[in-house]
């Protein structure tokens, strides 16, 4: 079993529907990060949690500390927000999920 | 400079040469990270860096691979006697000390 694990693998929506990509993981942490992997392959922070809610833009992040367990959310999803969002858990070493693939329809 | 920078930008060699990727990261960041990340894979860490204190390097696939980082600035990632399946896109972040990491473009690396 995977320790940290993203569903869903792959998610196609259409303009404008409200996203929710998923982080399960197995270990203790310091701290979660999401991050984005553009088409191009640039990858940019999106995020770091050690609790609670962060808000940027359209972008949400929660962590349930207690259950493991973070949410990404993208509200008023756009085409421009397709990319690979990948969920990454950091004690000592930083382990990555295998990313979630979001294609967004115009 | 703005952001973190790789050096090369990608890299073609042939099975068995010894190659070094630099890394520069933003100024006075602490923390330094290397990554692999193949083909249609996510991100895999290789070690990291407090200063120049090599933190944790149980990521690091075999001996062949080493970093350094001496001055606590700049990093090289070295890979001995490379082999085909050493190809893929080498990434290195910068962070203070356990804080966001900023990613460099990476260095592709193709071994023939």
């Known amino acids: 079993k995977n320790e940290v694990e993203q569903s869903p693998q792959n998610l196609t929506a259409q303009e404008g529907e409200f996203i929710t990509i998923n982080c399960s993981y197995s270990?203790?942490?310091?701290?979660l990060h999401w991050l984005q992997q553009h088409p191009g392959g640039g990858i940019v922070s999106l995020f770091m949690l050690s609790s609670g809610k962060k808000k940027h833009g359209r972008l949400i992040a929660t962590i349930n500390i207690q259950e493991k367990h973070s949410s990404l959310h993208i509200t008023a999803s756009h085409p421009r927000d397709s990319a690979v969002y990948i969920c990454?858990?950091?004690?000592?070493?930083?382990?990555f999920g295998k990313g979630t693939r979001l294609h967004i329809l115009p | 400079g703005a952001g973190v920078s790789q050096s090369p930008r990608y890299k073609v060699t042939k099975r068995g040469q010894d190659v070094a990727l630099r890394c520069d990261p933003i100024s006075g960041h602490v923390s330094l990270y290397w990554y692999r990340q193949a083909l249609g894979q996510g991100p895999e860490f290789l070690t990291y860096?407090?200063?120049?204190?090599?933190?944790?390097k149980s990521g690091l696939p075999n001996d062949r691979f080493s970093a350094e980082r001496p001055e606590g600035s700049i990093s090289t990632l070295t890979i001995q006697r490379t082999e085909q399946r050493d190809s893929a896109m080498y990434r290195c972040?910068?962070?203070?000390?356990?804080?966001?990491?900023?990613f460099g473009p990476g260095t592709r690396l193709l071994v023939l």
């Open positions: 860096f407090n200063y120049e204190a090599q933190q944790d």
């Open positions: 270990v203790g942490i310091s701290a």
């Open positions: 972040a910068s962070a203070q000390e356990r804080g966001t990491q900023y």
């Open positions: 990454a858990v950091r004690d000592d070493k930083i382990i």
